[in-house]
């Protein structure tokens, strides 16, 4: 029980370290002395931590029936935690009955909600009941709370208990997904997020839309005064598409009256009404947490006395703030509910290519296909990028892969997307049968999957039998986010004509093409 207790009061752990450690070791005789340490201990600052280590671990299901069974041994000490006189022990005990979703403690929540003068232990309280969410009477006191609580000056704990009562009621609200109109609209301006801005400003050019490289390096493109934003979808080679409301150097300076103004027309006109749930986020690579979530508070706060309701767990729209180095740009994102492009794919594996890459990829790639191409992608895995291949001139398609697992998910991706590949187990450092008019390969990063080391032996056989199966004549694109190994290891025997960088998943790959040296 020592080592146990070293590890709660070890400061230099965070909150998820300390769970991991302590869940491992968890059983009933450690979990029954951390109960009656909670329960007996004189200092205050000793005793919030067990309490809150107690709330922490009721995360974990197995360790929470422990807790609770303890709690049902000792009936006393639930109502002695909520009944502590100091605020902050109050408020992890309440996290912790939230937690246990035990009925017999119900009573106390109840009370709690009641008697609670804390402001900012409140929304603990209320939070809780949400987990309860099942009882008649638990949904008339929190229908009831939201209806009649009014946030006073925009006072902090005034706003969060209005926010925890629009949380826990959420719990029990039924909604479906909404989906914007398809008609015709006032003209936006859309801004897209994109794995390589330069490829999917032109390929909305091509479509006849009048769009703009907003930011290369965040990967955002700007397109004027759109009418039909679901004629956006027709374009592959974006993550996803946002209204652009306004942008400027800090976030606090964004929603005023007028951008509110305009955020409730676009509303208005895209579905038809105002009152919708949101959530928000903010990106950018030097983002920190305190930022992301002084921009919650203060959006939350603007949008306050609108119909728009704040619930990070079922939400119909996404706020969010992209940071471009200097300022922010603030853009509403209708979700991914309206976007059909890539429903083919069913199934992915671990590294699986985000489609809307693969799609860039091959981007690139249309500009020199032929309706007689021989194309093989021999690593696969769930086929995202044969598939996408696929949606340009091709003559035949082939995918191989080590994994039978990877050859299946490919299997039923393809039968969903109704396009005929011919699949089948392979190691792609073993000679194939066949030249291919052009090779696609997402290569292994030496990140998720394998390392660097392993990854100097594969590149260098892989250089080898590429260069034995490609046609003399043919193009490879190789995909890489280790690039130096893969610049040292190619330029024996092939001709880089061209390099194209992307932004996926926080990394910056590279897309190599690739000739046979005359």
Do not use: W
């Not at 008339?140 to 925890?164: Q, R």
Request: a neutral charge.
């Amino acid at each position: 029980m020592n080592a146990y207790i070293s590890i709660v009061e070890d400061n230099k752990l965070s909150p998820k370290e300390r769970r991991e450690k302590l869940i491992s070791l968890a059983d009933n005789s450690t979990i029954s002395s951390l109960v009656i340490l909670a329960f007996r201990e004189t200092s205050k600052e000793k005793k919030r931590l067990y309490v809150r280590t107690l709330a922490d671990l009721a995360l974990n299901k197995s360790v929470r029936a422990l807790i609770d069974h303890q709690f049902v041994l000792h009936r006393d000490i639930p109502s002695s935690l909520v009944g502590d006189d100091d605020p902050k022990v109050r408020k992890n005990a309440y996290e912790l009955l939230g937690r246990l979703q035990n009925a017999e403690y119900l009573p106390l929540l109840m009370i709690a909600h009641e008697k609670e003068e804390t402001l900012y232990v409140l929304p603990s309280v209320i939070l809780a009941l949400g987990r309860y969410s099942d009882r008649p009477e638990v949904r008339d006191l929190l229908k009831n709370g939201l209806d009649t609580f009014i946030p006073l000056n925009n006072d902090k704990n005034d706003i969060a208990i209005k926010e925890s009562y629009i949380k826990a009621t959420n719990t029990f609200s039924e909604r479906e997904p909404l989906l914007f109109t398809d008609g015709d609209h006032m003209p936006f301006d859309v801004i897209l997020t994109c794995p390589n801005a330069r490829i999917t400003q032109k390929d909305l050019s091509e479509i006849g839309i009048n769009a703009m490289v907003f930011d290369a390096v965040s990967g955002l493109v700007l397109a004027k005064d759109i009418i039909r934003l679901r004629f956006l979808y027709s374009v592959r080679s974006f993550y996803d598409i946002g209204i652009y409301i306004t942008d400027g150097e800090k976030p606090e300076k964004l929603l005023n009256d007028d951008s509110i103004s305009f955020l409730i027309t676009v509303l208005k006109e895209l579905y038809g009404r105002d009152d919708l749930h949101y959530r928000v986020d903010v990106t950018g690579r030097t983002i920190t947490k305190k930022e992301r979530a002084d921009a919650v508070k203060i959006t939350a706060a603007a949008l306050m006395h609108t119909g728009l309701i704040n619930d990070v767990s079922s939400y119909d729209i996404e706020f969010r703030y992209v940071f471009i180095g200097q300022r922010f740009v603030l853009a509403l994102f209708p979700g991914s509910v309206n976007d059909n492009r890539f429903s083919y794919r069913k199934k992915a594996i671990s590294a699986s290519m985000h489609p809307a890459v693969a799609a860039s990829v091959c981007s690139v790639i249309k500009d020199n296909s032929t309706r007689n191409a021989r194309i093989i992608d021999c690593f696969c895995g769930a086929g995202t990028l044969i598939l996408e291949r696929s949606f340009f001139p091709y003559g035949k398609l082939y995918a191989s892969d080590i994994s039978n697992d990877a050859l299946s998910a490919l299997n039923v991706n393809a039968r969903t997307l109704g396009v005929k590949i011919e699949a089948f187990p392979h190691n792609a450092v073993q000679p194939f049968r066949e030249k291919f008019d052009e090779v696609l390969a997402n290569m292994p990063f030496g990140l998720r999957v394998s390392s660097h080391a392993s990854n100097e032996k594969l590149y260098s056989e892989f250089s080898d039998n590429l260069y034995s199966m490609l046609e003399d004549n043919g193009i490879a694109y190789m995909f890489t986010n280790d690039k130096k190994l893969f610049s040292d290891v190619f330029t024996k025997r092939f001709e880089i004509t061209g390099r194209i960088r992307f932004q996926a998943g926080g990394l910056y790959p590279t897309l190599f093409i690739l000739k046979k040296n005359s």
